[in-house]
T-cell receptor
Framework: GENVEQHPSTLSVQEGDSAVIKCTYS??????FPWYKQELGKRPQLIID?????GEKKDQRIAVTLNKTAKHFSLHITETQPEDSAVYFC??????????????FGTGTLLAVQP | GAGVSQTPSNKVTEKGKYVELRCDPI?????LYWYRQSLGQGPEFLIY????????DSGLPNDRFFAVRPEGSVSTLKIQRTERGDSAVYLC??????????????????FGAGSRLTVL
């Protein structure tokens, strides 16, 4: 079945440093890759997503890259701030008419930004 | 409503009991999803609806779990003969529509705050 692996499971950085979280997916038909941020006790919230027709997308301090050949995508956070501390989940899905739209999530990365 | 609403926020029950969890999606969202999240894990897909019909129920763990969405809006997740292993946060999400169109924002899933189920 479909599977998404995520690394690392925990990541500690100093404020101002960059953080990188990596995911690989097994279903080669996947074409939609969102990233969710979940603070303790809160709901997951979408922070950025990318579709398979582009290789990179950026939104201020956050960027996502996609390598379809390697079935690999990554989240990059620059100039980290304490408020970036949370659990981050990657996900993948097939996202086109007639096919299932379920998101398959990775196991999460606990990011701690030390002031 | 303005967001995805889930009730109850917390449910404590005894092993063997029946529970219902309710989800009220964002108004106008035709797709609705149920996920289960155990402590320290990512959300695990259970079922999703397009309108009133279950488009994919492949994630339901066994026949004790059932979900309905009779009028294409509110959905209820039903768990019979609860077991301790059912304890988790049950998340509901909705999105504007199912298929990938020109509008890149159409398929974004918006999650509710979840229902925390504890089976003693």
């Amino acid at each position: 079945g479909e599977n998404v692996e995520q690394h690392p499971s925990t990541l500690s950085v100093q404020e101002g440093d960059s953080a990188v979280i990596k995911c690989t997916y097994s279903d080669s038909a996947s074409n939609y890759f969102p990233w969710y941020k979940q603070e303790l006790g809160k709901r997951p919230q979408l922070i950025i997503d990318i579709r398979s027709n582009v290789g990179e997308k950026k939104d201020q301090r956050i960027a996502v890259t996609l390598n379809k050949t390697a079935k690999h995508f990554s989240l990059h956070i620059t100039e980290t701030q304490p408020e970036d501390s949370a659990v981050y989940f990657c996900a993948a899905s097939r996202d086109y008419g007639g096919a299932t739209n379920k998101l398959i999530f990775g196991t999460g990365t606990l990011l701690a930004v030390q002031p | 409503g303005a967001g995805v609403s889930q009730t109850p926020s917390n449910k404590v029950t005894e092993k063997g009991k029946y529970v219902e969890l309710r989800c009220d999606p964002i108004s106008g969202h035709t797709a609705l999803y149920w996920y289960r999240q155990s402590l320290g894990q990512g959300p695990e897909f259970l079922i999703y609806f397009q309108g009133t019909g279950a488009a994919d129920d492949s994630g339901l763990p066994n026949d004790r779990f059932f979900a309905v969405r009779p009028e294409g809006s509110v959905s209820t997740l039903k768990i019979q003969r609860t077991e301790r292993g059912d304890s988790a946060v049950y998340l509901c999400a909705s999105s504007l529509r199912f298929s990938w169109g020109a509008d890149s924002g159409a398929n974004v899933l918006t999650f509710g705050a979840g229902s925390r189920l504890t089976v003693l």
